[in-house]
């Protein structure tokens, strides 16, 4: 990965973050620290379109979407905390803050 772009993933992970703290969201009643739950997984699906958040491939039977977590700590399953990204955004995130 070039240093561009982790620089376009870096900055569209903070930004997404970033309106997620500013949007209403549909998980006001979730109890916090505990895993997430296939109706909490449903909401982000339907709320945030089914696709990766960073480069908008759509989840299909190729693409898998999954959840990540932005601050590495599976227990805080705020929505603000969480992406939907395909498999190969995932895997580029984790790689990139092992660099680190």
Do not use: W
Not at 18 to 45: A, D, M, N, V
Request: aromatic content about 2%.
């Amino acid at each position: 990965m070039t240093e561009e772009e982790k620089d376009v993933y870096t900055l569209r992970i903070d930004r997404k973050q970033s309106q997620l703290k500013q949007s209403s969201s549909l998980f006001s009643k979730r109890r916090r620290g505990h895993s997430i739950t296939t109706q909490i997984r449903e909401e982000l699906i339907v709320e945030r379109k089914n696709k990766c958040e960073i480069c908008d491939k759509q989840d299909s039977i190729d693409i898998r979407i999954v959840m990540h977590h932005i601050d590495r700590n599976r227990k805080n399953n705020n929505p603000s905390n969480l992406l939907l990204v395909c498999r190969d955004c995932h895997r580029a995130i984790h790689k990139e803050l092992h660099r680190k």
